[in-house]
């Protein structure tokens, strides 16, 4: 009790000390449980809360609508060529930086391109491996992208090397556009270097970014000349706050929005009865233990499936979840298109686990209740990030899942940016994380073994470092495939093959709840989860 009242205490001061508490006019506050790393800069984030402020300042050519489909944001058309390999894009008129430079064609391109450049250290680099030229640019053989042309100041074609059926969503939605005049100063090869430069970030969002104070605060100011029109909120600002005291800060009104992920009936009913807004966005995502492939005592699936039937998924959902959300048997949601049928469960059983371990050369003394794995008690370090109170609760649960198959697991409990860094590098046994898909179903980035990079770099996207030639070729097969019957067809063998093979150990699927003072008005929020929190915030507002 002691430490949730300073914890209170602190978080209240901060507000209150900050000049937007209760009753500060037109000040929208948004509580968040976990700091920006400070790493704002498109090519570069990679932390879910560094994306909270990147999504906010920079812009991508098209945006997701109210009902899920893509429309007008920095371009105002779009076209694609019959065989799917030409992507042309034109931008609006007028639309300015929020230094006042106008935003051109030469901005788009760059931003695209960047992350092809030989020197560059990012996690992106495998987004523009579709399109023409790029192995010659990224080996430093050209200076310019091949397919990426400027056909005058707004109007941009993107060409591919073969028929490409997620070019909108890849070009259209996954690149925030960034300035040109301001990062071609700066090498490439340094750029994660130029930290007081990434922490001013300049986008042609509705709002500016105006402080960051690390461990505390973001504040953003209204971008007066904003292309859809001047904001009707002042500012915006991002408070660290605790999810021990959050919903209380809520209900007085010191805080206005939270992200609180999972919620439970009782506390829904407590949002509600203050005014609340609640609002559940479908996810295409999922939450899963990840094994470290590298390791030989996870290469065997048989493994894999044994520790799945070993971990009770269905009381999660049931009790932690209490029943919003779905027990995940593959990366694909039941809700979403490529959501295959004919799945294994692997429901709860530990005896189905004990013959699964033992058909995999495992051996387990019922007497001591201890797993032996070449003649050596088993025993793992689980590693999982503070602050998502469902994950906390899911480690010390599979904890003991485990124990009762004879598989001792030490918890460690870190900060979700040193975590997820040591997971990528491959520094860990097994991890609880979570991750998001494509919305068009493609599933390269994660598990498409040409995005694999090698132990102890963390830039890959496929950090799980898995390989399957099968998965592989039917992720080309999807990229090269425009009809959609027929990519789900592809994608529902993949879904298969994951479900089979359990790279990682599927959980569960949530949805993103995002809670709100229903004081504000003017907001929607499109049916898209992590590009709809901020769809046109220049018309939020608060009822009088």
């Excluded at 056909?151 to 997620?166: A, F, G």
């Amino acid at each position: 009790m002691k430490k949730k009242l300073m914890l209170f205490s602190i978080s209240f001061l901060l507000i209150s000390g900050l000049g937007f508490a209760a009753g500060s006019k037109n000040v929208y506050r948004i509580g968040v449980f976990h700091s920006p790393t400070g790493v704002f800069h498109p090519a570069y984030a990679t932390h879910s809360y560094d994306f909270y402020i990147t999504r906010f300042v920079f812009e991508t050519l098209l945006r997701y609508g109210p009902d899920g489909k893509l429309e007008p944001n920095l371009a105002k058309e779009w076209s694609a060529s019959k065989d799917g390999t030409v992507f042309t894009f034109v931008l609006r008129d007028g639309i300015k930086f929020h230094d006042g430079t106008p935003l051109t064609a030469e901005d788009v391109k760059y931003s695209i391109e960047y992350v092809g450049f030989p020197d560059y250290k990012g996690a992106r680099a495998s987004f523009i491996n579709a399109i023409k030229g790029v192995k010659e640019f990224k080996a430093g053989k050209t200076k310019d992208l091949k397919g990426i042309k400027v056909l005058d100041k707004n109007t941009i074609q993107i060409t591919t090397e073969k028929t490409y059926s997620s070019g909108f969503l890849r070009f259209g939605i996954n690149f925030e556009i960034f300035p040109k005049h301001i990062w071609e100063k700066v090498e490439v090869g340094k750029a994660q270097e130029a930290t007081d430069l990434m922490r001013q970030p300049i986008g042609t969002g509705p709002f500016k970014m105006t402080e960051y104070v690390p461990d505390q605060y973001v504040t953003f100011t209204r971008f007066d000349d904003y292309w859809e029109g001047a904001p009707k909120l002042d500012k915006i600002i991002l408070v660290k706050t605790n999810r021990d005291t959050a919903q209380a800060q809520l209900f007085r009104g010191e805080i206005d929005q939270i992200y609180p992920g999972s919620i439970r009936k009782t506390d829904a009913d407590q949002f509600k009865a203050h005014g609340m807004v609640i609002s559940g966005v479908p996810r295409n995502a999922y939450q899963y233990m990840t094994v470290n492939l590298t390791k030989k005592p996870f290469q065997d699936k048989r493994v894999r499936q044994a520790i799945a039937h070993a971990l009770n998924r269905k009381g999660v959902v049931d009790n932690f979840l209490e029943g919003h959300g779905e027990v995940s048997h593959n990366p694909y949601p039941s809700t979403f298109w490529a959501h295959p049928e004919g799945m294994n469960e692997y429901k709860y059983s530990r005896d189905k686990a004990l013959e699964l371990f033992k058909t995999a050369g495992w051996n387990y003394d019922a007497g001591k209740n201890v797993m032996y794995l070449d003649g050596k008690p088993v025993r793992f370090q689980l590693k999982y990030s503070k602050g998502n109170v469902v994950r906390e609760k899911c480690a010390v649960l599979f904890q003991q899942n485990l124990k009762d198959v004879g598989i001792k697991i030490d918890l460690k409990i870190m900060e979700f940016g040193v975590m997820y860094d040591e997971v990528k590098k491959s520094d860990y046994e097994i991890a609880l994380v979570g991750q998001g898909s494509e919305n068009d179903g493609d599933l390269s980035k994660f598990y498409y073994s040409d995005f694999i990079k090698p132990i102890g770099d963390n830039s890959g996207s496929n950090w799980i470092r898995y390989k399957n030639p099968e998965v592989d070729r039917l992720i080309d097969e999807g990229f090269r495939t425009l009809d959609q019957d027929k990519r789900q067809t592809l994608y529902r063998k993949i879904g298969l093959l994951l479900n089979e093979e359990l790279p990682v150990i599927y959980i569960y699927h949530w949805p993103d709840n995002i809670v709100f003072t229903g004081k504000l008005k003017g907001r929607t929020i499109p049916p898209v989860a992590a590009y709809s929190y901020y769809y046109k915030a220049n018309k939020w507002y608060f009822a009088d």
